[in-house]
């Protein structure tokens, strides 16, 4: 099976504008976790979503959101870019929804100018 | 709210050395999980325990889950440089209906040859 893809890999933004991230799960997985990894903080959990609905949401502002579609990709979005959104945002896939295994993806770098 | 803490944060050993990292959690798991991840990479699945007082060896890992189900904790035996990376644990949460994943901040582990 191939494994979790996140597009775009890479991804340099300047302040006040938004971005969207993309994350394929691995075929037969219906949750996707997302997460924003910076150093020191570890895992910052973002929000899961199972079959197109939000699970759960972790503490972050209005301006992250994400969403899910019928065939399980992932996207998220930060809209309002702010300097301190420069991070690792990591994507991680299982099949049930909770406290699965999780398979992450690459990752997709994010800096903001 | 609950709470996986992880110590050390950092570590840095000698090759040949042991080291351990333990998590513990303010209120009882269900299960406990263990990744690993290189520098540069993506947190990979290493473990789940699961029953009280479970030990669990994958070749030089050891990991143990108290019997009490709030700690946990990863022993290498005989460090090589190939384990250099940080090592997570994380736990589920009970959140409303759902549960997700609390995670520990993570230990770094660096191996001198």
């Known amino acids: 099976k191939a494994g979790v893809t996140q597009t775009p890999r890479y991804l340099i933004k300047t302040r006040g504008q938004q971005v969207t991230l993309s994350c394929s799960p691995i075929?037969?997985?219906?949750?996707v976790s997302w997460y924003q990894q910076t150093p020191g903080q570890g895992l910052q959990f973002l929000f899961e979503?199972?079959?197109?609905?939000?699970?759960n949401k972790g503490n972050f502002p209005g301006r992250f959101s994400g969403r899910q579609f019928s065939n399980s990709r992932s996207e998220m979005n930060v809209s309002t870019l702010e300097l301190g959104d420069s991070a690792l945002y990591l994507c991680?896939?299982?099949?049930?929804?909770?406290?699965?295994?999780?398979?992450f993806g690459p990752g997709t770098r994010l800096t903001v100018l | 709210g609950q709470q996986v803490m992880q110590i050390p944060q950092y570590q840095h050993v000698q090759e040949g050395e042991d080291f351990t990292t333990y998590c513990n959690s303010s209120?009882?798991?269900?299960?406990i999980q263990w990744y690993k991840q290189r520098p540069g990479g993506h947190p990979v699945f290493l473990i789940q325990?699961?029953?009280s007082g479970e030990v669990k060896k994958q070749k030089r890992l050891t990991f143990q889950f108290g019997e009490a189900k709030k700690n946990s904790s990863l022993h290498i035996t005989a460090t090589q440089t190939t384990d250099v990376g940080t090592y997570f644990c994380?736990?589920?949460?009970?959140?409303?209906?759902?549960?997700?994943?609390?995670w520990g901040l993570g230990t770094s582990l660096g191996v001198n040859p």
């Open positions: 075929s037969g997985h219906r949750s």
């Open positions: 991680a896939s299982s099949y049930l929804a909770g406290n699965n295994e999780q398979f």
């Open positions: 979503y199972f079959s197109e609905t939000q699970r």
């Open positions: 325990l699961v029953k």
């Open positions: 209120t009882t798991l269900s299960n």
């Open positions: 994380a736990g589920p949460r009970n959140a409303g209906n759902n549960r997700k994943l609390i």
